[in-house]
């Protein structure tokens, strides 16, 4: 059972909250999609672990991403023209470039070289992967990457969306780690993606048939896989391995080999995240006319820049239809599959209070992924690194999601291939 300190701790990121401080020392921020930031064009900008950055990229498509506040006297950068090789504020025309020195301060008289030298504002280290813009926040050198099995992917083998949400970051990583949701919350759309596969073996269609898996969870050196066990009504057993790469990355099994969801839960502040939602394929090219993707886009609207957007609030039930509900969807939210995961976490309220759960046998995989990060706030405080050392690889095939059937009487963990 989380206690009301645990909560508070697993979930506050703001100000001096420790959350806050471990996260920004551990791990990389993904936060935005590639696209999202064009040469040439307007700053975004990013707000992460309650503190105000601003991004762009430049006419040579360098993301830079500073302090949002101007180094000179403090006006918004979102608000600075985007001049070729640097960002111009608009007060008085100071330029920062994308590494944050200040390279001109037009409204200082004298020797410029001598007044700008030491002036820069605060600029972090950026990396472009799997379709992902990332930025290293912490006092610390900065962490290696996690080796996410997409990132040696071909770029159009990658299809990425963000959205904001209206709810502390945990919700979103427990909500994709919770296998056990999958064949009810998703069932209308797992329906279609089962269809979209079925031809191909696919065998996603099976979690719709067994909603109260068995769970075992192994550690690993990127946090956990957490593997859910449906029996079948022929003794087979449906094997659905989820990997949880610590802190707030989950992969999830597709419906075939090598393929899968890709969900990020990054904390905007204490009341917001950040949620990444896509998907990888080795063996297909991924686009909005792929049928694939076609089953995760619903019923065609899409803005990877938004996917998942609200229709209301909890006046209105966060736009749920309930005719589409007497016409046989399941849940009424019918934009896609998640919007549905989306409202399920804001309805839980800004930050959910964990102390009145009743967790179930299926909710082991979240309750071992918050005993990880409690752990590693622990590690951290002491001066340790938030993982302890564990044999295996930073990822790469061995944090693919995996789905596969195993036949009665065999033992899943000496199955390699799909059955
Ligand atoms: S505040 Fe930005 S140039 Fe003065
Ligand atoms: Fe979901």
């Known amino acids: 059972m989380i206690t009301a300190e645990q909560n508070q701790n697993l979930t506050r990121v703001e100000g001096d909250a420790p959350m806050g401080a471990l996260l920004r020392n551990w791990t990389w921020f993904p936060f935005a999609v590639s696209s999202q930031l064009v040469p040439g064009e307007a700053p975004t900008r990013v707000r992460l672990l309650g503190k105000d950055y601003v991004a762009f990229r430049n006419a040579e498509g360098k993301v830079g991403f500073i302090d949002e506040a101007c ?18 504020c608009i007060f008085h025309g100071w330029a920062v470039d994308a590494e944050g020195n200040v390279v001109d301060a037009p409204t200082h008289h004298g020797d410029q070289a001598a007044f700008l030298k030491g002036i820069r504002s605060r600029h972090y280290p950026v990396e472009e992967r799997g379709g992902m813009i990332w930025v290293w926040l912490g006092d610390l050198p900065a962490a290696d990457f996690p080796d996410l099995p997409f990132f040696h992917l071909p770029e159009d083998h990658v299809w990425m969306t963000v959205t904001k949400v209206d709810c502390n970051w945990l919700q979103g990583v427990e909500g994709a780690l919770d296998s056990a949701h999958v064949g009810t919350l998703h069932q209308s759309w797992i329906a279609q993606l089962a269809a979209s596969t079925s031809t191909e073996g696919g065998t996603i269609g099976l979690a719709l048939k067994a909603v109260a898996p068995r769970y075992e969870i192994d550690r690993t050196t990127f946090g956990l896989s957490a593997t859910a066990l449906r029996e079948m009504s022929d003794g087979s057993i449906y094997v659905r391995t989820t990997q949880f790469v610590a802190p707030f990355i989950s992969l999830v099994p597709g419906s075939q080999r090598n393929e899968g969801s890709i969900f990020i839960g990054v904390p905007i502040d204490d009341t917001h995240h950040l949620l990444f939602f896509g998907y990888f394929a080795e063996d297909l090219v991924l686009n909005e006319d792929t049928p694939r993707v076609q089953a995760l886009i619903g019923n065609g609207r899409v803005n990877p820049h938004d996917f998942a957007p609200f229709k209301g609030s909890r006046e209105n039930n966060w736009g749920q239809d309930r005719a589409a509900m007497a016409d046989g969807h399941f849940t009424g939210f019918t934009d896609n599959l998640l ?23 299926s909710d082991v995989a979240i309750v071992q992924a918050r005993l990880l990060l409690l752990r590693a706030l622990r590690n951290h405080n002491e001066g340790a690194p938030p993982l302890a050392p564990h044999n295996g690889s930073w990822g790469g095939d061995d944090a693919l999601p995996i789905d596969r059937v195993v036949p009665e009487g065999q033992d899943w963990r000496n199955q390699s291939e799909l059955a």
């Open 71 to 88: 180094p000179h006297r403090g006006v918004s950068m979102a608000l600075a023209r985007n001049e070729g090789c640097v960002l111009r």
């Open 339 to 361: 919007e549905e995961d989306i409202v399920v976490q804001v309805s839980m309220g800004p930050i959910t209070d964990r102390t009145r759960e009743h967790p179930s046998s």
